[in-house]
Every structure is written in structure tokens, then in C-alpha cells.
């Protein structure tokens, strides 16, 4: 190790929550100068908690830090952290959109230029100025922060990381320090053409900065990046320095999700394959559109067939998901539903309405936490529990709420002492069995699935795929968007290869699990 | 198995039922030490009924618009302008003159909800500045004079006595069973709860958002409308003073009854509870000859305590 070019080393770092969920087990990174250093690995992983241990935000079970060689005590906050040269950008909630730039680079740094109570507007001004030519933003100071493209606002998150950097090491007199910055997740919301603009800036800054680039869009990550750590159940399993080796897209995608493959682990399951072809087409996609996401979208989706949307986050598959159930409008496109053009500004009950379902894989802002899990299910399935025994009012029948919630309970093993609980007591795999599970007595004609078995254990995923496989022999139709190839392989017909918002290619189960090894 | 002494757990899971059956018995304790004319006699039970049954109307209705998640602060002013029409039209067209008042609420509750659901603006400004409309149309209409009616049967709509019982009272309870209806057993009723509770659920869930907003606000508004008419009713008159000084009370009775101001916790069974609590203090407090002013007070802080009770801090992090 060239001791010259370390900056910063954490060593052995374990962190476990509440005694139980061991977060990190035994990490050790470095950070050298100058460069862009990536984490990656699957939420859950351990990657934000060792961010946050870095600026102070945890403290660590255990472990050590150094500093060019010289070891340290963690910082116990943000502030202490910003002394040390190191600063965190957040994914979200970082902007504040109704500041004025220069108000917001100085927003918590107003005391150093504070005169007689005045602000030194003039002189701030002047320091943002250079401090913006330097780094090379371009945007005007007197703008809001609103006005300005997502990517910019980024630039000047980032701007306002480093000065608050150097302000703090200015404080503290310590030798001129190269400031380490974090950024978790920084290009989620950015499309593509403004995720290339980050990245072009953030290599201008390398001279300067070194970075922690927090993500796991794999294709940015092996374009940028120098070195990337891989970690996984809060365990460092791999270490890459691109500058000597080269790393195969396909081999990172294997190490951020696991070595073992679905058959291994899914042994007992042949995918549920359906003779689909023959028989109608249920959804068709004609040229979707929507402008920096994704362009020229057309496939056929027939009955009892699941066509998986595949590609490294970021290219446009999940919002093909949302467009479809109109959490997201498209610009311009066809969709045609059992033969019926329907709108693409349609919302999600109108959807629902046509017969599409959805889960959006996040459990927790779907399911209504404090109600009991019956509630849960009833609440996509009226049709099934009204009973209207004056002809003008619809009236829910208890029972039959009630019946219709332990069918699906028993069938997907969700393990709850009774349909009367409420679900925020519920562990994380049962919960999201409720959420998917609601749609099993429904039966829409097309489900669309987003991470489906995102963030739970191999006995509740089995469970799940076991129901999803069960409804597709029904005639159900779906559409798979997912981060895990094994799942595309167990529940997809076919699969859309997609990048940068396009179709690249449409594969066969078979073919697919050739090329991705499986 | 239910432990036989209520365990801490249990306690806290029904606060906000215990809060106001507890409140209520040692109001009437309280009040009868205080005043012992209080509840002596029927004629006192019915005065007390009287100055509940026009505001259960439009509590429940308050209500279900709460639960919903959102405000209604142009109840009174409603009430006040359907209690307005009911009054200036019956001398030419007698009881058609209710319809006519019912539909103006219900274009109010309209306006209201579609403020909310199709322009996005937040409810209590919608219903804010849709009060002072309803405000300026019954001092136009009215021309600010009280309308006093004198017709028998104007008056009997309200006063008949059904088993020693003013048929107002009746009214009441007909809608509060009815609003506990449309909550508890229809598929409307779960809507307005799951928009209140997880809107964004709700939207998932595939239900018709902007649908469920505009008509929980026409509800509210119809209940408004038809507290106004029983209102005017029983006091033979349409008068710029109906409803001045309800606002706070109305809101404070929902939540006193238990219902979240952050919506989907709790429900209309709760409010008549809030109501008797609140009306019977009002009533109590006049009957002990305290001051008006004073009683504002009193409800003002009524209200506060009881909104830092039952507000729903699990689920709220950032309150606007």
C-alpha cells in the first residue's frame, strides 16, 4: 500500500442495531487522495451505515480510524467529522428550494460572516463567486435553487460540502487537509444526459477531493470509478482497483447479490412456463415515450405471460412500471388494453379499473400500517366482500372480509396471530406478503411487480414466487421490474433487456440464463 | 386471555377513549357540585338537548371530513347560509325552501373539495376563503336582518315532541347512526379512512382520490346545511349570529371526542361523545352565569390540550 496516497483508513468497523441486526461486520476501507472511490452493494447492505459512522452520525461497536497514518477517534458528529475533512452529500432532502443559491451555500455558515449582526452580503457573495469559478459550477448565484436543473443543484450541494470544509479546517488551523466527500445515491432523481454532467464535474474536482461515490448503478460505477468496494450482509466481500484489473459488469452484478444461485436455492422450481404464445395479447406498449427516462417502448404482453424489464438501475425500467399504472405520466405512446386503447394520463384507479394491478416494492409506504392486515387486503378487493341487500348500498360484510383475509394469510404463510393485527407489528417479509398477497383474490389482469421480494428472507421470497407462479397459471399476466436477475429467471417468459431508457434486446427464459450464467 | 387489571399497554391503546368517558363523567360530577339546578329536572335535560342536536349535525360531518385528513373551516359559515335561505325563502315557497338551502351547501362542499383535489390548494385555506363567501351571500340575501318566522310549522320541524323529546334530537341521532354507517360498513366509508391515514397508499390502492375528497367535503357540507335548517327551526329565525362562535368548539368536539386531527384515527361514534362534553360544559358554564369571553377561553384551551392528546405522533414527523 502506497502510504503516500492514503488519506483515510477505517479499520475492522462493526456496528450491530438493537444487539440483533448486525449491520457491519468487521470492515475495512481506505480512502486514498484524489480519487473516486465507490461503495456499492444491495440495500441493507451496510453501505449508508458505514457512511454515517465516517461523519459522526453512529458511533461503531468497534474498529479504528486513521488519518494519513495517524490514528484518530471517530467523530461523534457532523461537526467534528467536517474538521477532519470529511462531509456527507444526501441522497434527498438536501436542497431547500426556495433559497436563494448563495443563501443556500451559505445556509449554517451565515456566523462567520456575520458583522454587527449583519450579514456581509457583499463578501459572501465574492466567496461564492470563487468558489464556484474554482470548481467549475456554472449557474447564477441570484437564482433560486428550484430554477436550477436537478444536476446542478447537486454541483452545488457538493460546492457547499467542500467550502464547508475548508471552512472548518480554517477554524481549527490543522495543515491543509484533502477533503473527503461522500455522496449517497447522488444520481438517483437525475436522468441520464444529467447524470453525464455530474460525473464530468466530479472528475474535475478529483485534483482537489477525493469522493466516496455511495451506489448501485453498476454501469456508473465501473465508468468512474478507481477503486470499488462490494459489500454485502454488512460484510466487505470484494475489493477492485480498476486501475490494475479489469472488473466484468456481470461479476459485480454476482458479488452485490450473492454468490449462490437460484437453483441452488430454489431448487424444487421449475419456472412457471407458460405455452403463452397463441394465446391473446392482453397489455400492448406502442412507442412510449417520456423525455429523459425512457424513449421508443413497444412490446406485446399476451395472457398468462411475465415479461421481465431487466437493466442496471437508472434505465428507465421502473418508470415504465409507474407509467403504466399511472403513478407516472408518459409523454407521448399508445397503450392498449384487451384490445381497448386506453389513456396514457390515466391515474392509478382508472388502472385498476382496466384490470391492472401493481406493487411498488416499498412496503412500508403502501400498506396502511395501523390497520389490521384484513383492512389491508379488503381494500383492493370491495368487489369480492360487498353485499348490497338493499340494492342501493353497498354494505362490507365482515365475514367475508374476514374469510377472504386468512385464505391469503394461510396461503402465503404469513405468520400473525390473527387477520386482526395491525400490520406495523408485523416482520418485514409478512408485510410484504400482505401487500402482494392483497392482489392474489383480486386477479387483475396484469400485475406489475416492482422488487416484489425486495429486502426479505429466502423462506418469505419462496413463498411469494410460489403464489406469483400459482397466478400465473391462471391466465394473470405480468410485468417483472427487479434488481435480482435469479428472480427474472424464476418468474419471466421472456426478458427486456433495457439501457439509457431503450430496448436493447428481448430474450427467452433459456437465453437468459445462459448469458447471465445462471 | 384479558388480564383482569388493565395493563399499562392496554391503558395507552385506549387512551383516546378513555380520555373522554372519564372527562365527560367527572364534568357532570364537576358540574353538579357546582350547580345543583344542573340536570335537576327535565326541562334542564331538554335544554341541554337543545343546544346539542344542531351541533352533532354538523360535528359528524366535520368529522368525516377530519378523518379524511383534511379541514372544513367554512362549517359555520354554511350552516349560517343554509340556516339564511331555509328562513328568507319559506315565506314564498314553505318547505321547498329546504332543498334549496341543501343544494347551495352542497355546491359549497363541491367548491371545497374540488379546491383541494383538482387545484391542490390546502383545505383550510380553500374552506378558509370559502367561508367568507358564504359569509358575504347570507349577509346579501338576508340583507343582515334577523328573518324571524313565526309559522307553527316551521318551528315544528325541530320542537315536536317525540316521547319528551324535542324531534330535533331525533334528526341528530338519525344522521350521526347514519354517519357511522356510511364509516364503519361501506366501501366509501373505508375510503375516507384510507385516504386520512396513507394517501399515498390509498392512490395505490387504486382508489379514486380526488372522488373521495370532493364528496366527503359535499357530505360535510350537506350536514352543515342541515344543521343550519333544524337550527333555524327551533330558534324561528335566520339570523347573522347563528354559528358566529362555533368554529372551535365544533373542531374541539371532534377532537375531544377522539379523532386525530392527522386523519384516519378515530371516527364519528367518537364525536357525539365530544359533543355532549363540550355542549354540556358550554351549557354548564352559562348556567353558572361565566362570562362569554371567559368560556371562549376556556374552549380555546380545551381545544389545544386536546389536540396535543390525541394527535397521532408515530405517525407524523414533520407537521405544517
Redesign the interface.
Known amino acids: 500500500m502506497d502510504i503516500q496516497k492514503q488519506l483515510l483508513e477505517a479499520k475492522n468497523i462493526s456496528k450491530t442495531f438493537d444487539n440483533v441486526v448486525r449491520a457491519l461486520d468487521a470492515v475495512t476501507i481506505e480512502v486514498r487522495k484524489n480519487e473516486i472511490l465507490s461503495v456499492v452493494g444491495e440495500n441493507g447492505a451496510g453501505k449508508s451505515t458505514l457512511m454515517k459512522i465516517l461523519v459522526g452520525v453512529y458511533p461503531p461497536d468497534s474498529g479504528e480510524l486513521y488519518h494519513i497514518g495517524q490514528r484518530i477517534p471517530f467523530p461523534r458528529n457532523p461537526i467534528e467529522a467536517l474538521r477532519r475533512g470529511i462531509s456527507i452529500v444526501y441522497q434527498e432532502r438536501g436542497v431547500i428550494p426556495h433559497l436563494k443559491v448563495y443563501q443556500f451555500l451559505f445556509l449554517g455558515l451565515e456566523e462567520k460572516f456575520t458583522r454587527l449582526g449583519r450579514l456581509q452580503l457583499e463578501k459572501i457573495i465574492g466567496i461564492a463567486k470563487s468558489v464556484f469559478d474554482e470548481l467549475g459550477v456554472r449557474c447564477d448565484l441570484g437564482s433560486y435553487m428550484y430554477e436550477l436543473p436537478l444536476s446542478t443543484q447537486k454541483m452545488v450541494e457538493i460546492a457547499k460540502a467542500i467550502l464547508s470544509i475548508r471552512l472548518a479546517i480554517g477554524d481549527s488551523g490543522a495543515p491543509d487537509i484533502t477533503p473527503i466527500i461522500i455522496l449517497d445515491e447522488p444520481t438517483a432523481p437525475l436522468s441520464i444526459e444529467e447524470r453525464d454532467e455530474l460525473f464530468q464535474y466530479l472528475l474535475n474536482l478529483k485534483k482537489n477531493n477525493s469522493f466516496i461515490f455511495v451506489s448501485h448503478i453498476i454501469p456508473e460505477v465501473m465508468k468512474f470509478s478507481d477503486r470499488i468496494y462490494v459489500l454485502r450482509d454488512g460484510k466487505l466481500v470484494a475489493h477492485h482497483d480498476l486501475s490494475v484489473e479489469k472488473v466484468s459488469e456481470e461479476q459485480l452484478f454476482r458479488e452485490i447479490v450473492g454468490r449462490v444461485s437460484y437453483y441452488e436455492l430454489y431448487g424444487g422450481h421449475e419456472y412457471g412456463r407458460a405455452e403463452a404464445e397463441g394465446r391473446p395479447i392482453i397489455l400492448s406498449v406502442r412507442n412510449l415515450t417520456k423525455k429523459g427516462y425512457y424513449q421508443d417502448i413497444t412490446f406485446d404482453l399476451r395472457e398468462g405471460e411475465c415479461i421481465g424489464l431487466f437493466g442496471p438501475a437508472g434505465c428507465g425500467k421502473s418508470e415504465i412500471a409507474k407509467t403504466l399504472y399511472g403513478e407516472l405520466l408518459a409523454d407521448s405512446g399508445k397503450l392498449i388494453v384487451d384490445n381497448k386503447e386506453i389513456s396514457i394520463k390515466g391515474e392509478p384507479h382508472s388502472r385498476l379499473r382496466r384490470g391492472i394491478g401493481y406493487f411498488s416494492g416499498e412496503t412500508g409506504k403502501e400498506l396502511f400500517l395501523y390497520w389490521p392486515i384484513k383492512k389491508n387486503v379488503s381494500i383492493v378487493n370491495f368487489e369480492k366482500i360487498v353485499r348490497s341487500p338493499l340494492k342501493i348500498v353497498s354494505v362490507i360484510s365482515f365475514k367475508a372480509e374476514k374469510i377472504l383475509a386468512e385464505k391469503i394469510v394461510k396461503k402465503l404463510r404469513i405468520k400473525a396471530p390473527s387477520v386482526d393485527t395491525e400490520c406495523y407489528s408485523l416482520s418485514g417479509g409478512s408485510k410484504q406478503k400482505v401487500s402482494v398477497g392483497k392482489w392474489l383474490e383480486r386477479s387483475p389482469k396484469i400485475l406489475i411487480l416492482e422488487d416484489p421480494t425486495i429486502g426479505i428472507d429466502v423462506g418469505a421470497r419462496e413463498d411469494i414466487y410460489e403464489v406469483l407462479l400459482e397466478m400465473k397459471k391462471n391466465g394473470i399476466s405480468m410485468i417483472l421490474v427487479s434488481d435480482d436477475p435469479k428472480e427474472y429467471a424464476i418468474l419471466c417468459d421472456k426478458i427486456v433487456l433495457m439501457r439509457d431508457g431503450k430496448i436493447q434486446k428481448m430474450y427467452t427464459n433459456e437465453e437468459f440464463k445462459k448469458v447471465m450464467e445462471l | 386471555m384479558r388480564e383482569s387489571i388493565p395493563s399499562r399497554e392496554w391503558l395507552q391503546r385506549n387512551l383516546n377513549t378513555i380520555i373522554p368517558v372519564s372527562g365527560l363523567i367527572l364534568l357532570l360530577i364537576g358540574l353538579r357540585i357546582a350547580n345543583p339546578y344542573f340536570l335537576a329536572s327535565w326541562d334542564s335535560v331538554i335544554t341541554l338537548v337543545y343546544g346539542m342536536s344542531f351541533f352533532l349535525v354538523a360535528a359528524c360531518g366535520l368529522t368525516l371530513v377530519i378523518l379524511m385528513g383534511s379541514f372544513d373551516f367554512s362549517v359555520p359559515s354554511v350552516l349560517k347560509l343554509s340556516a339564511m335561505i331555509f328562513a328568507v325563502l319559506y315565506p314564498s315557497l314553505g318547505f321547498l325552501s329546504i332543498p334549496a338551502a341543501l343544494a347551495v351547501s352542497l355546491v359549497f362542499g363541491f367548491v371545497n373539495g374540488l379546491l383541494l383535489a383538482r387545484f391542490n390548494i390546502p383545505s383550510f385555506m380553500a374552506t378558509l376563503a370559502t367561508s367568507m363567501i358564504a359569509e358575504g351571500a347570507a349577509q346579501v340575501i338576508s340583507g343582515g336582518y334577523t328573518r324571524m318566522i313565526t309559522d307553527p310549522a316551521f318551528r315544528a320541524l325541530s320542537t315536536t315532541m317525540i316521547a319528551g323529546l324535542p324531534s330535533i334530537f331525533y334528526w341528530a341521532i338519525a344522521i350521526w347512526l347514519i354517519s357511522i354507517f356510511l364509516t364503519f360498513?361501506?366501501?366509501f366509508g373505508?375510503a375516507i379512512?384510507?385516504v386520512g391515514?396513507?394517501l399515498?397508499?390509498?392512490?395505490?390502492?387504486?382508489?379514486?382520490?380526488k372522488?373521495v375528497r370532493i364528496l366527503t367535503f359535499m357530505v360535510c357540507s350537506l350536514f352543515a346545511g342541515l344543521s343550519g335548517i333544524l337550527y333555524a327551526s327551533q330558534i324561528q329565525a335566520g339570523h347573522m349570529q347563528v354559528g358566529v362562535l362555533d368554529m372551535i368548539p365544533l373542531f374541539a368536539s371532534v377532537v375531544v371526542g377522539g379523532t386525530a386531527l392527522t386523519g384516519?384515527?378515530g371516527g364519528v361514534h367518537r364525536t357525539l361523545l365530544g359533543v355532549l362534553i363540550i355542549r354540556w360544559l358550554d351549557s354548564g358554564l352559562s348556567m353558572l352565569a361565566i362570562d362569554l369571553n371567559v368560556r371562549m377561553i376556556v374552549f380555546g384551551v380545551i381545544a389545544i390540550v386536546m389536540a396535543i392528546l390525541t394527535i397521532d405522533r408515530?405517525?407524523i414527523k414533520i407537521m405544517k
Request: avoid cysteine; charged fraction near 15%; hydrophobic fraction near 45%.
Open positions: 360498513v361501506t366501501p373505508r379512512y384510507a391515514g396513507n399515498v397508499g390509498a392512490r395505490l390502492a387504486g382508489i379514486n382520490v372522488m384516519g384515527v408515530r405517525r
